[in-house]
């Protein structure tokens, strides 16, 4: 490893003794190494996991289960012919609420002769101010309406009634297709008054008292519900949808006999697994590390998530920072000198791991990002920051895939099938623009399930399709739920 920057003349240079830089590396490898997982310790997590999810199905159980599988009243008839993925024809709104940006969408469904279905679609993206997210449901909400009333006026369509697909992507208890209560915020979301509450009405309500315009809210359904939906169809196989974005989760279609929480046997539901708040019950104790705790304990959900924790990307940077600022105390990074940016929570974004892990090997924009933390690093600094990147961002990739491999065994061991195979629906940032969390995810996901043939799809969402068909499906999913 040269100890001489021959592209930034700004890096510092450091001594070039060979013994001192390898023992750096050791002791650096060595704090690193708690986050390396192996192949049996991702076998526990999976084990721990589907007994929670079990737990979060039955009805016995189900308050107690950190993973609480939420019917979603997406369904499937028995013969396996998903009647209520088919999209109605016509105009349609879209409401995409998920963090601090949510989108409208304005839908136009047509038929096409060779796929059956075509969408075009208009979309706006609007940011939900901190104290709209922090202060009551009731200012949430009516912030919500008032950017539906932009959207509608902007394209001049305020005198139309149309029906609204709402992809609500919070742990929701669904009690119909278009009512699901609330059961805790995530995502630094708090809005007080909507906890308990059935999150459609509150919609509903905030429409009403601006009083502008009309709107009919036909169906609310989870971001991980509206992936699997979208890339449906493509590919007729898909039956589980998962986010690895700002949050992480992933839905499947269950049998029916299992979901105890909803009555009938025949046929499939897809449940919402909730799965980020895995760990709640102490389930992963020994798999959060120091840092881990430090992340949970700062934030505004102490003691939730935790699975989720470990692995999206709301958090993925902060505990990049919290490990270099261990390497610094070590005096293994920076030579012992941590800036006031450096030390501050938050100033590592998640996106700066993905930048760093995309370095083409000059350095050059790990130095950018470090220097612009208030650091100036040698050259053997940026590689050991890389260093953290990628442990970080592999324990993420590896802990997610053990999540998701547990769902594809459950469904293959419901369906006593010796081998599945079957789609997986995915969406989200760190997934799309991590350069090489896809590649870890997928190589582990195939180790965990050697008896499935895997096949994974990259859900269009950024463009709007996966919101724009929710709320193209809304009506026919309401018919189904008619008709049963």
Not at 309 to 329: D, F, H, T
Request: hydrophobic share 35%; glycine share 8%.
């Amino acid at each position: 490893m040269p100890c001489v920057s021959s592209h930034l003349n700004q890096m510092v240079k450091m001594p070039c003794s060979y013994s001192s830089v390898v023992d750096r590396i050791l002791m650096v490898e060595q704090i690193l190494s708690e986050f390396r997982l192996n192949k049996e310790e991702l076998k526990e997590v999976m084990k721990r996991m589907q007994s929670e999810m079990d737990k979060g199905l039955r009805l016995e159980t189900h308050e107690e289960a950190s993973i609480k599988m939420l019917p979603t009243y997406v369904c499937s008839t028995p013969e396996g012919s998903d009647v209520c993925f088919v999209s109605e024809v016509g105009d349609f709104l879209a409401l995409d609420l998920g963090g601090t940006n949510f989108r409208v969408m304005l839908v136009k469904v047509g038929e096409d002769e060779e796929r059956g279905w075509k969408v075009e679609t208009k979309n706006q993206m609007y940011s939900i101010p901190e104290d709209a997210m922090t202060g009551t449901a009731e200012m949430l909400f009516d912030y919500v309406a008032e950017c539906i009333s932009d959207f509608l006026g902007k394209h001049h369509i305020k005198h139309k009634k149309l029906p609204l697909g709402f992809t609500f992507s919070f742990p929701v208890r669904h009690e119909d297709i278009d009512k699901g209560i609330l059961l805790n915020w995530t995502k630094g979301f708090k809005a007080s008054g909507a906890e308990g509450n059935n999150v459609v009405g509150i919609l509903r309500d905030a429409i009403k008292r601006r009083g502008d315009f009309e709107m009919d809210v036909v169906a609310m359904v989870n971001d991980t519900v509206a992936t699997m939906i979208s890339c449906y169809y493509e590919d007729r196989s898909c039956e589980v949808g998962m986010i690895v974005g700002t949050g992480c989760n992933a839905c499947y279609m269950e049998e029916m006999r299992t979901v105890e929480l909803v009555e009938g046997e025949e046929g499939r539901m897809c449940v919402n697994t909730e799965w980020g708040a895995f760990g709640d019950n102490g389930e992963l104790e020994e798999f959060r590390l120091e840092y881990d705790r430090v992340v949970d304990e700062t934030s505004i959900n102490h003691g939730q998530q935790l699975y989720e924790k470990l692995i999206s990307g709301k958090y993925m940077g902060e505990l990049v920072r919290l490990v270099l600022l261990k390497l610094v105390n070590e005096d293994l990074l920076f030579n012992g000198e941590a800036s006031d940016l450096l030390k501050t929570r938050g100033s590592f974004e998640t996106r700066y791991v993905s930048q760093v892990e995309s370095d083409s090997g000059d350095r050059k924009q790990i130095y950018n990002i470090l220097s612009s933390l208030g650091v100036l690093p040698s050259e053997l600094d940026c590689d050991i920051v890389r260093l953290v990147c990628e442990s970080v961002s592999t324990r993420s990739a590896h802990m997610c895939g053990a999540g998701l491999a547990s769902v594809i065994n459950l469904m293959r061991e419901r369906r006593s099938q010796e081998a599945l195979k079957i789609t997986v629906g995915v969406d989200g940032s760190v997934y799309k623009l991590h350069p090489s969390f896809q590649h870890r995810f997928h190589k582990i996901v195939k180790e965990l399930t050697p008896h499935c043939e895997i096949t994974f799809i990259q859900s269009e969402e950024g463009s709007g399709r996966g919101a724009a068909l929710i709320s193209a499906v809304a009506c026919k999913m309401a018919a189904c739920m008619l008709r049963q």
